[in-house]
Nanobody, 118 residues
């Protein structure tokens, strides 16, 4: 029943921008923390950015100043605005939801590919 559907990935040149979207359904979005993770080829999945239900954000050092996470309660959607993209940003980006009601539980989207060419 819970679904997280990512969109917005694609192929861009270094220095370009993309905005990822994650549409959530089947959860109480307003009380869920949301996050974006990524997994590059041959590497472990890592946290890119997160945002709490009260809009407190956190970013990986590698993306600070370049990426911005936000959420829209009316659309039940979390976004990741990615600017000044670098080839090392190439990865599959996954949306994550941490449900806190009625109990804590993680949910994952299927991912969207972001490829940055040099």
């Amino acid at each position: 029943q819970v679904q997280l559907v990512e969109s917005g990935g694609g192929l861009v040149q270094a220095g370009g921008s993309l905005r990822l979207s994650c549409a959530a359904s089947g959860i109480i979005f307003s009380t869920s923390a949301m996050g974006w993770y990524r997994q590059a080829p041959g590497k472990q999945r890592e946290l890119v950015a997160s945002i709490t239900s009260t809009h407190i954000t956190n970013y990986a050092d590698s993306v600070k100043g370049r990426f911005t996470i936000s959420r829209d309660g009316a659309k039940n959607t979390v976004y990741l605005q990615m600017n000044s993209l670098k080839p090392e940003d190439t990865a599959v980006y996954y949306c994550n939801a941490l449900r806190m009601f009625p109990r804590t539980l993680d949910y994952w989207g299927k991912g969207t590919q972001v490829t940055v060419s040099s």
